[in-house]
């Protein structure tokens, strides 16, 4: 099966300037995660959807991020204006839950590394 | 979501068992402890995860303490490619639970 596609890979901005990233999850998969992983960090959650509904987005800078996932398939993160401290590797995974409860995993994309300068 | 304990780096001479140590000892009854690798520049990869009982992939065996309080994640015959870091995270049971990284272990493999 096709993994998580993510685009772009890599992104270099101006401070205060706006930027987006996309993510196609794997077909059928109704969970979908965008994580953000600053240099020597392990990834941090900033929002889950289930399927176009928001789960979790307590640690999203609402200020100046946004998600959207509007049809229940792929999402877009957007961050306006974008600071030097958001310079990270964005990182988007989806996840299905089986017959039964089976929990089969996350799975990642590669993730788009951006650079605020 | 319990919280995970894990040294910060390890060693493994290539073709030998690597042995990971996870320590979780606030862990809850309906809490599984999963592990996750990350290679240089990729996403993190699902290796595998366990309720209580030993588990065992074509990846790795992971072993969990009677008590539950700790687990190890056993590559069996490392490789150069296994080198990477690797997230132990405990969390609750089905896909609306999230996995909270922390730092994780840095296995560098050998030659």
């Known amino acids: 099966e096709a993994g998580v596609a993510q685009s772009p890979r890599y992104k270099i901005i101006e401070k205060r300037q706006s930027v987006a990233f996309w993510c196609n999850p794997i077909s059928g998969h109704a969970t979908l995660y965008w994580y953000q992983q600053i240099l020597g960090q392990g990834p941090k959650l900033l929002i889950q959807?289930?399927?176009?509904?928001?789960?979790?987005d307590s640690q999203l800078p609402k200020d100046r991020f946004s998600a959207e996932r509007l049809k229940g398939v792929d999402s877009t993160l957007k961050i306006q204006p974008a600071k030097l401290e958001d310079s990270a590797v964005y990182l988007c995974?989806?996840?299905?839950?089986?017959?039964?409860?089976?929990?089969?995993?996350?799975?990642f994309g590669s993730g788009t590394r951006l650079t605020v300068v | 979501d319990a919280k995970t304990t894990q040294p910060p780096s390890m060693d493994c001479a290539e073709g030998r068992a690597a042995n990971l140590p996870c320590n979780h000892s606030t862990i809850s009854g309906n809490e599984y402890v999963y592990w996750y690798r990350q290679i240089h520049s990729q996403g993190p990869q699902y290796i595998i995860h366990g309720l209580k009982n030993n588990e065992t992939n074509e990846m790795a065996s992971l072993i969990i303490t009677e008590d539950r309080k700790s687990s190890t994640l056993i590559l069996p015959h490392a490789t150069l490619r296994d080198t990477a870091v690797y997230y132990c995270i405990v969390r609750g049971g089905g896909s609306n639970y999230k996995l909270t990284f922390g730092k994780g272990t840095l296995l560098t493999v050998n030659p």
């Open positions: 959807f289930q399927n176009n509904g928001v789960v979790d």
């Open positions: 995974a989806s996840s299905l839950l089986g017959r039964g409860g089976m929990d089969y995993g996350y799975t």
